[in-house]
């Protein structure tokens, strides 16, 4: 069986994995760490689109890790940090998502990273969906995960994103929960929840 960390160290090409994380967000950041880390070891490029205290953290844990590999990745853009939230107010436009200025914002990101590496991949981290969610835009984060998906197809790029769980005790409904994570090739909530095409495998 395929475990949780397993799948963050091979991340292939078109593997599109959720995290939903709780109060205490340190899982997350261990589990993206983890993904980049490997990244880094492997020479892809790496795109994370997080807010500030997960970039923070991600990058002190990176840091503490590999501290020389880190600092020449992140000197040379093949490691690049984008702001969630100023990145997505700039693919919206009256409210909406636009594809044309998602693909205007990302795609440029994307090939500095790939141009930059050495490795065989690219690998982006993003919470510009969980932003949506916590802010009830269940119909938007859905649209947004079809728009990753769609690049990433493009792009031969493996993502991961993250939404805090507690969103899905309010408005969520059934059906918008089920379109969020049926976007995804796996989910993970703890131990013992990585799913894959909707059975536990691990």
């Known amino acids: 069986m395929t475990t949780w960390n397993e799948l963050l160290e091979r991340a292939e090409p078109a593997e599109h994995v959720v995290h939903?994380?709780?109060?205490?967000?340190?899982?997350?950041?261990?589990?993206?760490?983890?993904?980049?880390?490997?990244?880094l070891r492997r020479g892809d490029g790496l795109l994370v689109i997080a807010t500030k205290d997960h970039a923070d953290a991600i990058t002190r844990q990176l840091e503490q890790a590999d501290p020389a590999r880190t600092a020449a990745a992140m000197a040379a853009r093949r490691l690049l940090f984008l702001d969630a939230g100023i990145t997505l107010a700039r693919i919206m436009a009256d409210g909406e998502l636009r594809w044309e200025r998602f693909e205007r914002t990302i795609a440029p990101a994307l090939d500095e990273v790939r141009a930059r590496s050495h490795?065989?991949?690219?690998?982006?981290?993003?919470?510009?969906?969980?932003?949506?969610?916590?802010a009830g835009q269940f119909a938007a984060a859905s649209q947004l995960e079809d728009q990753w998906n769609r690049l990433m197809q493009e792009?031969?790029?493996?993502?991961?994103?993250?939404?805090?769980v507690d969103i899905y005790n309010g408005d969520c409904?059934?059906?918008?929960?089920?379109a969020i994570l049926g976007a995804h090739t796996h989910m993970y909530a703890g131990p013992g929840?990585?799913?894959?095409?909707?059975?536990?495998?691990?």
């Open 155 to 164: 792009h031969a790029i493996a993502l991961f994103c993250a939404y805090p």
């Open 20 to 39: 939903l994380y709780g109060e205490n967000d340190a899982l997350l950041t261990a589990s993206v760490s983890r993904y980049l880390a490997e990244g």
């Open 173 to 178: 409904s059934m059906a918008a929960l089920g």
């Open 119 to 134: 490795g065989p991949g690219i690998r982006a981290f993003g919470e510009m969906v969980g932003l949506l969610g916590v």
């Open 193 to 202: 929840t990585l799913l894959s095409s909707g059975r536990t495998v691990a």
